[in-house]
């Protein structure tokens, strides 16, 4: 086993820049229609800062605040999202995602249902991916196991 | 203003140019982190403050000191992240054992 390698200028500093990755990240998922950017995207970035502390402590860390039963539960809301707007409008007689024949529902008219609806679903998608990047990265990191955070 | 940005941005040239050079000849790890991790975060910095000015050049509307801002919160975010790596991979290279480039017969 590798030791257990704690520095404080490290996690100083991740702590101070961990919630600001996280607000871009949240505004890369908002503003994804309007410039460069997306669920998918800022997914990424959300999970780079779980990635982010999970190299700066250790695995336990992240575990605590993101456990397993999460990551999963999280992986099928956004799954469920995404198909669940999908599925909505199908429901109404348009096909799947097309977003417009919300309106019928929302207390909007057709152009900014078919903006929230695509805001919703970058939500759902950058959900499930933070999940899973997450979920992916701690299962690399710990060959499986979840321990400390070091393969021997 | 114009002037001043290109100045900045000359320097932060110049600054990223002595990094690479630094980075190609010095004999070891630590050495070349010495130079990459000091001379990168001035380069960017003075380059992102020149673009941060020269971007006010046709004058300052709400939308162009919006933009400026943004160069700003990349080049304090460099100025933390940058030193922070650099230290990481230093620490890294001690805790693996790598050891310092000392001249033939010198002491480490």
């Known amino acids: 086993m590798i030791k257990r390698n704690e520095d404080i200028i490290i996690q100083t500093v991740t702590r101070l820049l961990t919630p600001f990755v996280q607000l871009f990240a949240l505004y890369v998922i908002a503003h994804g229609h309007y410039s460069p950017g997306g669920?998918?995207?800022g997914g990424c970035i959300l999970a780079a800062s779980f990635i982010l502390m999970a190299v700066a402590n250790d695995v336990a860390f992240v575990k605590r605040r993101l456990p397993e039963r999460?990551?999963?539960?999280?992986?099928?809301?956004?799954?469920?999202?995404?198909?669940?707007?999908?599925?909505?409008?199908?429901?109404?007689?348009?096909?799947?995602?097309?977003?417009?024949?919300?309106?019928?529902?929302l207390p909007v008219d057709a152009v900014k249902a078919r903006a929230l609806a695509t805001l919703g679903v970058e939500i759902g998608v950058g959900i499930t991916v933070m999940a899973v990047m997450v979920s992916i990265f701690l299962n690399l990191l710990s060959a499986g196991r979840h321990e400390e955070g070091a393969v021997e | 203003m114009s002037t001043v940005a290109i100045f900045l941005m000359i320097a932060g040239v110049f600054f990223f140019t002595t990094?690479?050079?630094?980075l190609l000849r010095f004999p070891d790890c630590y050495t070349r982190m010495h130079a990459a991790g000091k001379g990168d975060t001035l380069?960017?910095?003075?380059?992102?403050?020149?673009?941060?000015?020269?971007?006010?050049?046709?004058?300052?509307?709400?939308?162009?000191?919006?933009v400026s801002l943004k160069i700003l919160s990349i080049a304090v975010f460099i100025f933390v992240a940058n030193p922070t790596a650099s230290h990481a991979i230093a620490k890294a290279a001690i805790d693996a054992g790598v050891r310092p480039w000392t001249r033939k017969g010198g002491k480490p």
Do not use: P
């Open chain 1, 39 to 41: 669920g998918f995207q």
């Open chain 1, 70 to 105: 999460l990551t999963t539960a999280l992986i099928s809301a956004g799954v469920l999202i995404y198909a669940g707007i999908g599925l909505a409008c199908l429901m109404l007689g348009a096909n799947f995602l097309d977003y417009g024949i919300l309106h019928r529902v």
């Open chain 2, 43 to 66: 380069g960017a910095l003075l380059l992102l403050l020149g673009l941060a000015l020269y971007n006010l050049n046709d004058g300052f509307s709400l939308a162009a000191l919006l």
């Open chain 2, 19 to 22: 990094a690479t050079i630094g």
